[in-house]
């Protein structure tokens, strides 16, 4: 199996930063596409950002400019730096991970539990 393991939301006010970190673990061959989601109370799940192996990277445009996503291979692992971080920024954040398993060697979709960020005013 595939564990994806997300750390670092948290509380901050307004115009601060905090950075996300998602482990991914298990038997794991190789990892494609790996992203960041979030949801807010009564909205749908969105894309934030997205990177792939090679390290194109995809953003909203609520969050250009002020959010950075990075992976490092080597550790299964993408980040998420996120600056100047305003209310509306305020969600759940979920990991996801295109993952393909060593002895099944088809792609499937992963997700982490979530972690909270809450900006306030």
């Known amino acids: 199996q595939v564990q994806l393991v997300e750390s670092g939301g948290g509380l901050v006010q307004a115009g601060g930063s905090l950075r996300l970190s998602c482990a991914a673990s298990g038997s794991i061959f190789s990892i494609n596409a790996m992203g960041w989601y979030r949801q807010a109370p009564g909205k749908q799940r969105e894309l934030v950002a997205a990177i792939t192996s090679g390290g194109s990277t995809n953003y909203a445009d609520s969050v250009k400019g002020r959010f950075t996503i990075s992976r490092d291979n080597a550790k299964n692992t993408v980040y998420l730096q996120m600056n100047s971080l305003k209310p509306e920024d305020t969600a759940v954040y979920y990991c996801?991970?295109?993952?393909?398993?060593?002895?099944?060697?088809?792609?499937?979709?992963?997700w982490g539990q979530g972690t909270q960020v809450t900006v306030s005013s």
């Open positions: 996801n991970a295109d993952v393909v398993r060593v002895g099944v060697w088809i792609k499937y979709e992963y």
